[in-house]
């Protein structure tokens, strides 16, 4: 009996070492297959996971400004939890259910604390941007599946090819879930 990389096999078989995982893959290859499965749900439920996304965001900025002004008005910390707690689930609530007014709340907010810092004309900005981001979205509603399955492809194409993985292989299971994500997001009609 023969003992090679700690397995016995019977007779004089000798195997050559195993080489390490590290030398099969090329360097980064955690973030290039990271950056493909992150492709291929952008391609298949990008409308789904950008809904989730803009959910998020929003209940992270309400439950911010709820924990904020709670505890400038009220002076208690306990208060101040509640409210976070509260602004966090309408946040999530809203966010997800209101997606369209989401994204312009959220964009109109990011424009107005980019052009100014005081809080009143924040305001301002806000209350004015917002329709108008929403009727701009409502413009793109149709475009937006079209560019989350190519941003998604464009991801898998680029994780398979920097994972060197040969180029008509790459072709062929990005036009797979293109062809699956251009589907599934288009039956879906779930739309801003």
Known sequence: MTSVNNITLPGNITTPPLPPLETLLPPGALSYILLVLLGALLATWGLYFIRLVSSIVLAGILGYFAWKYGYEVMGDTNIAIILLILGVI???????????????AILAYVIARFLTQD??????????????????????RLVLPVI???????MIYSGLSSLQIDIVMTLVISGIMGAVGFYNQYRRRIYI
Request: glycine share 12%; net charge positive; aromatic share 16%.
């Open 90 to 104: 309408i946040g999530l609530y809203v966010g997800y259910l209101a997606f369209r007014f989401t994204v312009s």
């Open 119 to 140: 809080i009143n004309q924040a305001l301002a900005l806000l209350c004015g941007f917002t329709p108008l981001i929403y009727i701009v979205t409502k413009l793109v």
């Open 148 to 154: 989350l399955t190519g941003s998604g492809l464009y």
